[in-house]
């Protein structure tokens, strides 16, 4: 009988959505200067223990020697591949009211893997303008431009009751990632992957651990 290969576990979402945390700490530790680290050092920064980092680094490989620590340099350029940031990702802004017009002028995306390439609203006052460094494009011409570019992550600042509509217009085009800044939940096909960004939820989390 032909011999059947091992299923491979899948990795928990959990681990995946510590991992930036991890890089981001790291390129902080390079920045100071450090070659070496430990998963004590990382999770005294983290807020983990040293067993969760090796647990959860682990799953991808063997990245550092007992005793030794973890190579700076090494486990970043890790880190970028695991992530698939070792490459710019172009992204699509939908919305360009106050969210939209922060998200397009912060400088933080494309050392970190990102830059967006374009930008869509379907306010006729904006269409057409020149904002923040970016032509604002009729939201009626969406799906095809981002198709013919093929643009698979998006970042969605519109609001509410029109996220959704906005969403599926996205997969559409063929956006495989959504980060949604939208207070709302989106409903969306299996292979495309959805972040919400709620601050009011967050800050609703916080106030559950403060006394009154």
Not at 24 to 51: H, K, P, Q
Not at 65 to 91: A, E, H, S, T
Request: charged letters at 20%; glycine letters at 8%.
């Amino acid at each position: 009988m032909p011999h059947k290969s091992a299923s491979v576990k899948p990795i928990p979402d959990i681990v995946v959505g510590r991992l930036p945390f991890y890089l981001r700490t790291l390129r902080v530790l390079a920045a100071e200067g450090r070659e070496i680290t430990s998963s004590s050092d990382l999770g005294t920064r983290l807020g983990l223990t040293s067993a969760q980092i090796r647990k959860d680094l682990s799953y991808f490989g063997e990245f550092g020697k007992q005793g030794l620590g973890y190579n700076i340099p090494f486990l970043v350029g890790q880190l970028r591949r695991i992530l698939k940031v070792d490459r710019v990702w172009q992204v699509v802004l939908v919305g360009f009211g106050d969210l939209g017009r922060a998200v397009a002028h912060y400088h933080g995306f494309h050392d970190r893997g990102f830059e967006i390439r374009m930008v869509f609203d379907n306010d006729p006052a904006k269409i057409g303008r020149s904002l923040a460094g970016f032509t604002i494009d009729d939201m009626s011409g969406m799906v095809e431009k981002v198709q013919a570019a093929k643009i698979r992550v998006a970042m969605l600042a519109v609001p509410a009751t029109s996220a959704q509509k906005v969403a599926d217009f996205l997969v559409k085009a063929g956006v495989k990632a959504i980060l949604n800044y939208a207070p709302t939940t989106l409903n969306v096909p299996k292979g495309v992957t959805v972040q919400n960004i709620d601050p009011a939820a967050h800050m609703q989390h916080m106030t559950y651990y403060l006394e009154t």
